[in-house]
C-alpha cells in the first residue's frame, strides 16, 4: 500500500559523508508514519539505525550510530533522510527505509508496516 524508495547509497572513504534520502508514494498520508532506517551487513542480521516520529519532532538512534547520523523528514516532500557523517568501514551494510503508521513505541522492525528495497552503502579504509 506504501511504496518506499531509497536512494543516495554509494561509495565512499572512511571519515567521509552520505546522504540517504527514502520517498513515499505520492497518495501515501506520510504524516502519519513514524519512518526508521534499518540496516543490514553481510552476514548479519538486519539492526535498528534510527527513527523519526510523526512530526519530526522526536529522534531515536542506536548507538553505534548516535553523535555520527542524523536522521529528519520533510513531511511536504514525503521524504526522510539519514545524514550519515564519520562513516567507518562497519558502517557497510544495505540501509533500508521502514515505515510504521501512527506511533511505533520502540525500535523493532516487527512494528514496521512498510519497507523499501534497501540502498548500498560501502565505507572503504
Known amino acids: 500500500q506504501v511504496q518506499l524508495i531509497e536512494s543516495g547509497g554509494g561509495l565512499v572513504q572512511a571519515g567521509g559523508s552520505l546522504r540517504l534520502s527514502c520517498a513515499a508514494s505520492?497518495?501515501?498520508?506520510?504524516?502519519?508514519?513514524?519512518m526508521a532506517w534499518f540496516r543490514q551487513a553481510p552476514g548479519k542480521e538486519r539492526e535498528f539505525g534510527a527513527a523519526?516520529?510523526?512530526?519530526?519532532?522526536?529522534?531515536n538512534y542506536a548507538d553505534s550510530v548516535k553523535g555520527r547520523f542524523t536522521i529528519s523528514r520533510d513531511n511536504a516532500k514525503n521524504t526522510v533522510y539519514l545524514q550519515m557523517d564519520s562513516l567507518k568501514p562497519e558502517d557497510t551494510a544495505v540501509y533500508y527505509c521502514?515505515?510504521?503508521?501512527?506511533?511505533?513505541?520502540?525500535?523493532?522492525?516487527?512494528?514496521?508496516?512498510?519497507w523499501g528495497q534497501g540502498t548500498q552503502v560501502t565505507v572503504s579504509s
Open positions: 523519526i516520529s510523526r512530526s519530526g519532532g522526536n529522534t
Open positions: 521502514a515505515a510504521a503508521f501512527g506511533n511505533a513505541a520502540a525500535p523493532r522492525s516487527s512494528l514496521y508496516d512498510y
Open positions: 505520492r497518495r501515501t498520508s506520510f504524516s502519519a508514519y513514524t
